[in-house]
């Protein structure tokens, strides 16, 4: 069976020459922490499990800050380990969080697009009025694509995975 922790290496040395190739449309930077501000943070089983690996080798402090930020946590609201504007989990964080930033094909052949490229920043001298000047990354980055090769993925969103 595919091991997740050697599948994410693997991906993250693909995704840093996508960010590479895309470099002249990109603009993340520390604390910019938009993309952690609003969403649905959709996640799999598998990074679900690789995530809490990640929350419990945190200090207590730290456990305790996102224990409070999951009590507030509201539906498409600010995602709980967001602590000062870094996130608190960044090498265990789910594929999406790895990903966002990067335009790039989804299945039914449309580029998708950061939506910050709305807020001034990633892609946003390309994109206008909904239409990319410029040329996404051609694979599919959904997390479901991503992961394929996996058996019994269930795919949730981050809230409705802590209030089930
Ligand atoms: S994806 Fe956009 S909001 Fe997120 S860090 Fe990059 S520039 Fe900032
Ligand atoms: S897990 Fe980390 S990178 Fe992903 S949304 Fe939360 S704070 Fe941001």
Same mark, same amino acid.
């Given at each position: 069976m595919l091991n997740y922790r050697e599948f994410i290496k693997k991906l993250d040395s693909g995704l840093s020459l996508y960010f590479d190739e895309?470099?002249?449309f990109i603009c993340c930077k520390k604390y910019c922490s938009s993309c952690c501000e609003k969403g649905?943070?959709? !996640?799999?089983n598998y990074e679900l499990d690789f995530l809490t690996e990640g929350y419990s080798a945190l200090d207590n402090l730290t456990k305790i800050q996102v224990q409070e930020?999951?009590?507030k946590m509201e539906k498409g609201g600010q995602c709980p380990f967001l602590i000062n504007k870094v996130c608190c989990v960044y090498e265990y964080r789910p594929i999406i969080c790895r990903v966002h930033g990067l335009a790039y094909i989804c299945s039914n052949g449309i580029a998708k697009v950061p939506y910050c490229a709305n807020e001034g920043k990633n892609y946003s001298n390309e994109y206008k009025s909904g239409v990319l000047n410029c040329e996404?990354?051609?694979?599919n980055l959904d997390t479901a694509a991503l992961l394929k090769d996996?058996?019994?993925v269930v795919i949730k969103? !981050?809230?409705d995975w802590i209030n089930i």
């Open positions: 895309q470099k002249s649905d943070y959709p !996640l799999s930020n999951f009590k996404p990354v051609k694979e996996f058996p019994d969103n !981050l809230y």
